[in-house]
């Protein structure tokens, strides 16, 4: 299903399913749902709150996405970079306030999906639609091909990471901390603020609003957008989600080269990607090395699509999504 109206009214006969067939996973289903009750509370809470929890709130934003987009994506997931002891350990930490799970975690996971992108082994494939990508597949067992997917990859070099080995031991009570207390103490601490209302604002809309942002790259930026690297592949180049995502959303170029420490083409000044200056500038003070970009083989590649097109070899044409042929099938 996509997002539509009919994803909309397929959801309770998914959930139904599921249930009858014991998939569903129920301690991930009450997390999010009290997740979702407390950023809602915070909702409500803004109005209590100081300008500079305001301001506080709106900097975790990108402090804790940069944890995701710069720490466990770019270096520990597809290892585009190195990084220096310092920060390194900055970005363990700033990934700990983002609280998506543990960075082995979610490196084990995110691999996966890379090797086996839309296909059962994959943990969010698009092919089973919007939702499904985004959230829905937090919420049932996973497929046993991805079980078995991720027990046969290489994760050696995590292991063999002490900050990441430190952060798996704590979870989840240290992430835990980091993404809700944390916040608060420091906004009681340096402006007086009531520790709640931090706690609420800070710590819990922020964490919620920060998750939905990130899960639009598994979900929107697999479904909509332009296709201009790689065309039969289901990332797409999406403005939207990297804004939101600080500079995650350009995925058919992260796809095709997921090697690319930028996770895009061009620069920050002609896409919106946050995570590729903070890498850029830490490696303008030497706590950055190994850049990788994968500029020479899209040279290369374009090189042979330019001639292909000129011997009047059209480009190859993805195949219909699922609810494509669906759609194709009731008319």
């Avoid at 289903?29 to 500079?52: D, N, R, W």
């Avoid at 543990?102 to 919007?130: L, M």
């Avoid at 403005?239 to 992260?254: M, R, T």
Wanted: aromatic residues 14%; glycine residues 6%; positive net charge.
């Amino acid at each position: 299903m996509d997002l539509s109206m009919k994803m909309v009214r397929d959801i309770p006969s998914v959930v139904s399913h599921h249930y009858k067939n014991k998939e569903l996973n129920w301690p991930m289903i009450i997390y999010v749902g009290l997740v979702h009750t407390i950023a809602t509370v915070g909702l409500f809470t803004i109005p209590k709150c100081s300008a500079e929890t305001l301001i506080w709130s709106f900097i975790l934003w990108p402090i804790s996405g940069a944890g995701i987009t710069v720490g466990v994506h770019r270096l520990w997931s597809h290892r585009s970079y190195e990084a220096k002891l310092p920060f390194r350990t900055a970005l363990m930490l700033m990934n700990s306030i983002a609280n998506q799970g543990s960075i082995y975690h979610w490196a084990r996971d995110h691999r996966v999906h890379h090797k086996f992108s839309e296909t059962d082994a994959d943990p969010h494939n698009a092919t089973r639609g919007f939702f499904f990508a985004h959230m829905g597949w937090l919420f049932v067992r996973k497929h046993p091909d991805v079980v078995k997917a991720g027990r046969e990859l290489d994760f050696s070099d995590l292991r063999e990471d002490p900050l990441v080995m430190f952060q798996k031991k704590l979870d989840p009570w240290f992430t835990l901390y980091m993404c809700f207390v944390f916040p608060a103490q420091i906004a009681q601490h340096f402006w007086g603020e009531a520790f709640w209302n931090a706690f609420f604002v800070a710590g819990a809309l922020r964490y919620v609003i920060v998750l939905h942002f990130t899960w639009l790259v598994n979900s929107a930026a697999h479904l909509f957008g332009d296709h201009p690297y790689d065309v039969l592949s289901y990332p797409s180049e999406n403005p939207l989600v990297s804004f939101c995502s600080i500079g995650e959303g350009w995925h058919n170029w992260h796809h095709k080269y997921p090697f690319d420490y930028a996770a895009s083409e061009f620069g920050i000044s002609t896409q919106f990607n946050p995570s590729k200056l903070i890498i850029d500038l830490m490696a303008s003070i030497g706590q950055v090395t190994d850049r990788k970009s994968a500029h020479a083989a899209w040279v290369m590649g374009r090189a042979r699509r330019d001639r292909d097109k000129a011997a009047g070899i059209p480009l190859p044409k993805a195949a219909p999504r699922p609810w494509e042929i669906e759609a194709k099938k009731v008319q």
